[in-house]
C-alpha cells in the first residue's frame, strides 16, 4: 500500500474520533488521561504486591515496573519522537485547525509514538503475565485502550502513533516479564507459583485481592464522569 495513502487515512480515522460537542465528555477524556486520577490504583497494586510476595520479591517486581515504565518512555519520548519528527495533530500545519483542542491541550510538537499507549500497554502486558487472572486481563486491556483512545480523542495522537506505542508497550512488557523470570531462576527459586484454589489465581495471588484492585478500578471509572459533571456545571 502506498505510504501517503496509509498516512491520509491515519488523518482521516483521527477527526473521525477527534472530539465531539459534548462539554461534558471532552471533560471525561481530559480527566481520564491524567496520572492523578489513578493514584488509588496505584497504591492498591503496591499493597497487592506487598502482601502477595515477600519483600524481596516485591523490591523485584517494583524495580521490573519502573523499568518496564522507562524502557516505554525512553524508546517512545527518547528515541522514536526525535527521530520521525511526526507532528502531532495538534501541531500538524495540514490538520491543526481542523482538530478540536480540549481545554488547551496540545501536547509537545512531535507524537510518533504514543508513550501513554506504550507505558499502559507495556504495565498492562507484565501485570497479565505476572498474576494471570482472566478477569483482571480483560480489566487491563480495557483501561490501557481506554487510556490510549483518550489521546486519540483530545488529539494529540494519531491512531498510527497508538498503535505504534501499543507494539512497543506489549514487546517491553513481555521482555522486562521474561528477564524477571530469569532472574528468579538465576536465584534458584520459583516466584511463579501453580496454585490449584479457587481463592489464589495460577500464581499464587488472592483473588480476593485482586477483586479490591478491579473494585478501585471500576469505582475509578465511575468517579471519572462523576467529577466531570461537577467540573461541567461549577
Given at each position: 500500500?502506498?505510504?501517503?495513502?496509509?498516512?491520509?487515512?491515519?488523518?482521516?480515522?483521527?477527526?473521525?474520533?477527534?472530539?465531539?460537542?459534548?462539554?461534558?465528555?471532552?471533560?471525561?477524556?481530559?480527566?481520564?488521561?491524567t496520572?492523578?486520577?489513578?493514584?488509588?490504583?496505584?497504591?492498591?497494586?503496591?499493597?497487592?504486591?506487598?502482601?502477595?510476595?515477600?519483600?524481596?520479591?516485591?523490591?523485584?517486581?517494583?524495580?521490573?515496573?519502573?523499568?518496564?515504565?522507562?524502557?516505554?518512555?525512553?524508546?517512545?519520548?527518547g528515541?522514536?519522537?526525535?527521530?520521525?519528527?511526526?507532528?502531532?495533530?495538534?501541531?500538524?500545519?495540514?490538520?491543526?485547525?481542523?482538530?478540536?483542542?480540549?481545554?488547551?491541550?496540545?501536547?509537545?510538537?512531535?507524537?510518533?509514538?504514543?508513550?501513554?499507549?506504550?507505558?499502559?500497554?507495556?504495565?498492562?502486558?507484565?501485570?497479565?503475565?505476572?498474576?494471570?487472572?482472566?478477569?483482571?486481563t480483560?480489566?487491563?486491556?480495557?483501561?490501557?485502550?481506554?487510556?490510549?483512545?483518550t489521546?486519540?480523542?483530545?488529539?494529540?495522537?494519531?491512531?498510527?502513533?497508538?498503535?505504534?506505542?501499543?507494539?512497543?508497550?506489549?514487546?517491553?512488557?513481555?521482555?522486562?516479564?521474561?528477564?524477571?523470570?530469569?532472574?528468579?531462576?538465576?536465584?534458584?527459586?520459583?516466584?511463579?507459583?501453580?496454585?490449584?484454589?479457587?481463592?489464589?489465581?495460577?500464581?499464587?495471588?488472592?483473588?480476593?485481592?485482586?477483586?479490591?484492585?478491579?473494585?478501585?478500578?471500576?469505582?475509578?471509572?465511575?468517579?471519572?464522569?462523576?467529577?466531570?459533571?461537577?467540573?461541567?456545571?461549577?
Open positions: 500500500m502506498d505510504t501517503n495513502a496509509i498516512i491520509d487515512f491515519d488523518k482521516y480515522l483521527l477527526l473521525a474520533i477527534n472530539g465531539s460537542d459534548s462539554i461534558f465528555w471532552d471533560g471525561c477524556m481530559k480527566v481520564y488521561t496520572i492523578s486520577i489513578w493514584i488509588p490504583l496505584i497504591l492498591i497494586l503496591l499493597y497487592i504486591l506487598i502482601k502477595n510476595n515477600s519483600f524481596k520479591d516485591f523490591l523485584l517486581l517494583f524495580f521490573a515496573i519502573i523499568l518496564v515504565v522507562t524502557c516505554t518512555d525512553v524508546i517512545s519520548s528515541i522514536c519522537k526525535p527521530f520521525f519528527e511526526r507532528w502531532r495533530p495538534t501541531h500538524d500545519p495540514e490538520l491543526m485547525y481542523l482538530v478540536d483542542v480540549v481545554d488547551g491541550i496540545r501536547g509537545k510538537d512531535y507524537g510518533f509514538t504514543s508513550s501513554h499507549a506504550a507505558n499502559s500497554f507495556g504495565i498492562a502486558t507484565f501485570l497479565i503475565l505476572l498474576i494471570r487472572n482472566r478477569v483482571l480483560m480489566s487491563l486491556l480495557f483501561w490501557a485502550s481506554m487510556n490510549a483512545f489521546r486519540m480523542y483530545l488529539g494529540v495522537h494519531y491512531p498510527g502513533d497508538i498503535l505504534a506505542g501499543t507494539l512497543i508497550g506489549v514487546t517491553v512488557g513481555w521482555l522486562i516479564y521474561r528477564f524477571y523470570r530469569y532472574i528468579i531462576r538465576l536465584q534458584k527459586r520459583n516466584s511463579h507459583r501453580d496454585w490449584i484454589s479457587t481463592q489464589y489465581t495460577k500464581t499464587g495471588y488472592l483473588v480476593s485481592d485482586i477483586y479490591l484492585f478491579l473494585l478501585v478500578m471500576y469505582g475509578t471509572f465511575v468517579a471519572i464522569p462523576l467529577i466531570s459533571f461537577v467540573k461541567f456545571i461549577y
